[in-house]
């Protein structure tokens, strides 16, 4: 998903039996890092997702909030400066079967609410702010300009 | 002295207080300033460190915003920029040879007076900046729902005739804020117009700022900027309103398209580099084959053991 980008587990037992797994992932996206397309004048994707395992007699009970913190900038002599930056946090609970296994619910549930963010992000969040643009000066396919009487 | 704030290891200092909240308020998005002073207040909760954060604060944003305040007997609008300040706290509006007397931190017009003959420019001036006002009011008009425009003269306002330089300035404010659709914006133009005597030219420095903010159970801002430079020919006062209008117009909405451009790049380019939508592999991740996958077993490899 990343093309770079670092990440680091962290797991800890809790009261219950359970346990708390936690799993950071940082990238920076901007050129002069690991910016494949070479855009970004600077990027930077931070997610926390913090996941509370809670097994039980078959099954397990996951509690996931996960948190994502943006910024993009894109910046070209003629064009200025274009900076997105903003923050997510969602929270997801689900009560799964362990016959594949702890890592497998985790991972899929951690990569569903990823892209659930990514896409939040990209389609309603980046998407009302260009609304609001368009609702301050509206795109006009003509331009009426007018001519010097002289 | 910073990680000692962040670690809360340290005393913030009065003086520090007083930055982090003047901080906070010049950084408010675009029609917000008043919900972040009300939280401001409530973290300060010392009338007078919030009294001082916002005396220097505010005044600075409201210019920089260009924020426009309606006349009290709702006559006309004023904008205060750092164009038409007389004094700290008095700005002139040209069109209708006023002068607004405002409260910084209310953001409220609290009396108009007429503009003292010093404060207005020669008629020679007038001629150039009314017929720009005028044109540029007519574009306002047709391009922004919600804008308000001004023109002011910045230099050489007592030129009385032909043979000397000066310098105009237009100033375009529009703002929208929907608190209840969690969604702000402001767009604000300055452009400054540098009529040339000797070279019979009038030289162009255009500046844009755009600013937008959604914030339903999230909270994403724009913040996109641009500066430009254009030229035209030094005519008479009605052909160099209507030049130098066009070069508003369509740089204007040149930049409208750059910025449109920009967001359609985000989802397959710009916003790719930071996380794509699907794996390099386009198929969702196997957590079932994660036992191929060790870091262990990977670093024994690598180290031979």
């Known amino acids: ?150 | 002295e910073m990680s000692e704030l962040l670690d809360g290891t340290a005393e913030v200092t009065d003086k520090q207080k007083i930055e982090i909240a003047k901080w906070f308020l010049l950084n408010s998005p675009s029609g917000e300033i008043q919900y972040v002073a009300k939280d401001v207040k409530e973290l300060l909760r010392n009338e007078k460190f919030y009294g001082t954060a916002a005396a220097e604060a505010f005044p600075i944003y409201n210019k920089s915003h260009m924020i426009c305040l309606e006349f009290p007997n709702t006559s006309g609008e004023v904008l205060i920029t750092s164009f038409n300040e007389i004094a700290k706290n008095e700005y002139l509006d040209p069109r209708s040879a006023q002068v607004a007397v405002v409260d910084h931190v209310k953001q409220v017009c609290e009396r108009i007076r007429p503009a003292a003959d010093e404060e207005l420019p020669s008629s020679y001036i007038e001629e150039y900046r009314g017929a720009l006002d005028a044109e540029v009011m007519k574009y306002v008009g047709e391009a922004y729902p919600s804008g308000f425009s001004s023109v002011y003269c910045i230099n050489g306002k007592d030129v009385e005739e032909i043979g000397s330089d000066f310098e105009l300035a237009v100033a375009i404010s529009a703002v929208k804020t929907r608190p209840q659709n969690f969604c702000t914006g402001s767009w604000q133009s300055s452009w400054t117009m540098l009529f040339k005597d000797d070279l019979q030219i009038v030289e162009v420095k255009g500046k844009v700022q755009v600013e937008a903010h959604y914030f339903e159970e999230g909270n994403v801002q724009l913040d996109a900027k641009n500066e430009c430079k254009d030229s035209t020919m030094f005519q008479s006062p009605d052909d160099c309103a209507i030049s130098l209008a066009n070069i508003i117009r369509h740089h204007e909405a040149e930049y409208l398209n750059y910025l449109q451009t920009s967001y359609s790049k985000l989802p397959d380019t710009t916003f790719k580099d930071l996380r794509r939508k699907l794996p390099v592999t386009r198929t969702l991740f196997p957590w079932h084959h994660t036992l191929q996958f060790s870091l262990s077993r990977d670093m024994k490899k690598s180290l031979g053991l």
């Open chain 1, 1 to 150: 998903y990343y093309e770079g980008g670092i990440s680091s587990v962290y797991m800890w037992e809790d009261e219950n039996e359970g346990f708390i797994a936690c799993f950071l992932i940082k990238k920076d996206g901007s050129k002069s890092a690991h910016g494949k397309r070479g855009y970004l004048q600077e990027g930077s994707w931070d997610a926390i997702h913090v996941i509370q395992v809670a097994p039980e007699e078959e099954t397990a009970r996951y509690c996931l909030t996960s948190s994502v913190m943006l910024s993009l900038t894109t910046s070209d002599e003629s064009s200025g400066s274009f900076n997105l930056s903003g923050s997510l946090r969602r929270q997801m609970s689900m009560e799964l079967s362990i016959s594949e296994g702890h890592l497998c619910n985790m991972g899929r549930m951690i990569e569903e609410m990823e892209s659930k963010l990514r896409n939040s992000l990209d389609q309603v969040y980046f998407g009302k702010t260009k609304e609001m643009v368009c609702t301050l000066r509206p795109p006009s396919e003509i331009i009426d300009m007018s001519l010097p009487k002289s």
